[in-house]
């Protein structure tokens, strides 16, 4: 399918990658905002309320201005 996010390195490295949830984030973070349907507007994204504003002080540079 296109315009269809992809994992790292398939299912078994996404799985030993989400074991350690830091480098999830800092992984998956930066690929699920320069998603074309995204393209860097965090709004499209459903996220908690009370960690918005870390990720985009986080990925500013990643962040369009809406």
Do not use: C, T
């Not at 399918?1 to 830091?22: D, K, M, R, T």
């Not at 992984?27 to 960690?51: A, E, F, V, W, Y």
């Amino acid at each position: 399918f296109e315009h269809v996010p992809e994992l790292p390195s398939g299912y078994f490295g996404s799985y030993l990658i989400a074991y350690v949830p830091w480098l999830w984030y800092k992984i998956m973070d930066p690929r699920l905002l320069k998603l074309n349907h995204i393209q860097g507007d965090i709004s499209k994204i459903n996220m908690l309320d009370s960690k918005r504003e870390k990720i985009e002080q986080k990925y500013s540079d990643l962040i369009a201005a809406v």
